[in-house]
């Protein structure tokens, strides 16, 4: 397994799934449920990282079977977690609501506040993408964002930041580029603390829009060539 860990920080997901697959069946030989879990999963991961979905939701699915048989709650909430991911970026939105919600209550049920706030955060997002409910997707994003201020997780802070913010400049029941504003640069401020690339062109992206419902264009401008620069 350490081996296939090793390739996949290289990016080298071929040989990484080739030597998880020989842990798998060390694992399968004597029956050790827990590691053959977490091969699958780790498998998954790795056909996630390139693309391959519909492996990697069958490995997810296969890893959840093992969980739920040993009754490994905490890793029961994670692959549901993985599984509602994939499903979200496959579209199937729905299917992913399912699956977050009940990875959400396993978080609960676990006193797992990092988790809750992912969770919710995640849902909020499914519900942003389907353009409905976006009371509820709002309001899971703020709770969300409160929780990781509190945790002072500086990353869910700025992707919750980041939800909040095209909630108010995309949807027309919440247009309010002046409270879009404001959260984007504290995405901006975070992502700077952050030192994180991805998330800077993402406030940058956030701010030029917002700026251009403001009708300043020089500033829209400005935040749009630091967008491409990046």
Known sequence: VNTGVAYDVQNRYSLSIEYYFKAL????????SSGIA????????AYSKQ????????????????KRLIKDKKGIGVSLNNIATTYDRLGKLDSALIFHNQSLAIKKELNDYQGIAFSRLNIGSVYYQKKENLSLSLDLA???LESFTTLKNQVGQASALGLICDI???????????????????????????????????????????????????????????????
């Open 168 to 230: 108010y400049i995309e949807s027309e029941k919440y247009l309010d580029p002046n409270v879009a504003l404001e959260y984007a640069q504290k995405r901006l401020e975070l992502s700077n603390q952050l030192n994180s690339l991805q998330t800077k062109v993402v406030a940058y992206r956030q701010l030029s829009r917002i700026y251009a419902l403001m009708l300043n264009y020089e500033k829209a401008f400005e935040y749009k060539v630091l967008e491409n620069i990046y």
């Open 142 to 144: 703020k709770q969300a």
């Open 38 to 45: 977490t091969c699958f999963n780790n498998i998954a991961n």
């Open 51 to 66: 693309d391959d979905l519909p492996k990697a939701m069958s490995f997810y699915h296969k890893a959840l079977v093992i």
């Open 25 to 32: 069946q060390i694992f399968e030989k004597y029956k050790f």
